[in-house]
């Protein structure tokens, strides 16, 4: 049979969760759909997880690389691996709900260039959830050339999420990629470089779960969003000045506030102040970028859970990160237990 559809999988290190990942997709495969495997060089039992897989079912295709090559490139190869008319770039260890790919085969007959899928956010084991849809949509939208900084502005931050990208395969192998490696978005690099993709679809109905505090970039996450992810928004030449600070600033490791919230996750040491701050900048604020780095990450923490406590409508996902991290102490759970922050 003809398959209409790849769900493309690039993993390292994930043999404790990217079964449950494939029993989702497996529970509801069909012959027009295959399933494709990229590992870069894991060091876990991620082989032999994917080995039961492989010789039980027909449509999982695995290919284990030699190195790691990072997740950009390993998510290229698996496209180039993939025969499907599209391209689901899903992750390894999220969630698809029961008919998922049925839904997504219907969408893919209208030859859009790009397919978003909506999503459902829970905690790790999946037993909270911090946000029934991602993407405040309940309809189904479509988005054509005219509406190109409108999809950025209501689409760009949420495709930092990798796992809601159905894309055409010849429109993704057409654009620029190798460009992007190394960015951990190239999906992003792909979907709105110059020109921008011009026909895509949302697809309002959350079809997947994501298992949020599980990525594997935290130890990297003030490099990412602070630098990586601002570079690359504001990469984009086709997009005003204006549209691209709605999604992030230019320069957000510049922001005391920023810098706070992030000493206060524990990600922001004398280390990181030493790799990026430079003479350029100037004197106070570099002097107040060093000072923070003196503060005790808990007492940051605890200021930030308070500050938390005090807002009316508190982000769960944020409270979650400030409490799941090394810089949480006891003093910042009895603060939010007391204030009823904390979902059980």
């Known amino acids: 049979m003809h398959i209409k559809l790849s769900i493309c999988i690039a993993t390292l290190n994930r043999g404790a969760f990217i079964g449950e990942t494939l029993d989702s997709l497996l529970d509801q495969i069909t012959g027009a759909v295959e399933i494709v495997v990229v590992d ?74 790009l397919i978003i899928v909506n999503s459902t956010i829970r905690n790790l084991d999946l037993s ?33 999420f990798i796992g809601c990208v159905v894309i055409r395969r010849e429109f993704w192998l057409s654009r620029k990629r190798v ?78 506030k920023a810098l706070f919230h992030n000493r206060a996750l524990g990600a922001y040491t004398v280390a990181e102040y030493r790799r990026h701050w430079t003479k350029e900048v100037k004197n106070f604020k570099r002097f107040s970028a060093y000072t923070l780095t003196l503060l005790p990450e808990s007492v940051a923490n605890f200021v930030m859970v308070f500050y938390f406590s005090i807002s009316k409508n508190p982000s769960q996902m944020a409270l979650h990160d400030l409490l799941h991290c090394r810089s949480a102490s006891l003093a910042s759970h009895v603060l939010a237990r007391a204030f009823g922050l904390v979902r059980r």
């Open 40 to 113: 870069g060089a894991s060091s876990d039992n991620t082989p032999e997880v994917m080995a039961e897989y492989v010789a039980r079912y027909p449509q999982v295709k695995y290919f284990r690389e030699q190195k790691n090559s990072g997740v950009d490139a390993d998510f290229d190869k698996a496209v180039g691996y993939a025969t499907g008319r599209y391209c689901w770039l899903m992750t390894d260890d999220d969630l698809l709900r029961p008919d998922a790919i049925t839904t997504v085969l219907a969408a893919t007959g209208a030859d859009d260039d």
């Open 128 to 160: 909270v959830e911090f946000e029934s849809q991602r993407l405040p949509h309940n309809t189904n939208k479509a988005f054509k050339n005219i509406d190109r900084e409108s999809l950025f502005l209501e689409t760009a931050a949420y495709l930092s």
């Open 179 to 256: 460009d992007y490696y190394g960015s951990l978005f190239i999906h992003v690099g792909v979907i709105f470089q110059s020109p921008p993709v011009s026909n895509v679809r949302i697809i309002a109905e959350p079809l997947i779960v994501i298992r949020y505090g599980n990525a594997m970039w935290t130890p990297r996450s003030f490099e990412i969003w602070m630098f990586l992810w601002p570079k690359l928004v504001w990469s984009f030449p086709d997009f005003s000045d204006r549209a691209k600070r709605m999604i992030c600033r230019r320069e957000p490791w510049k922001s005391i």
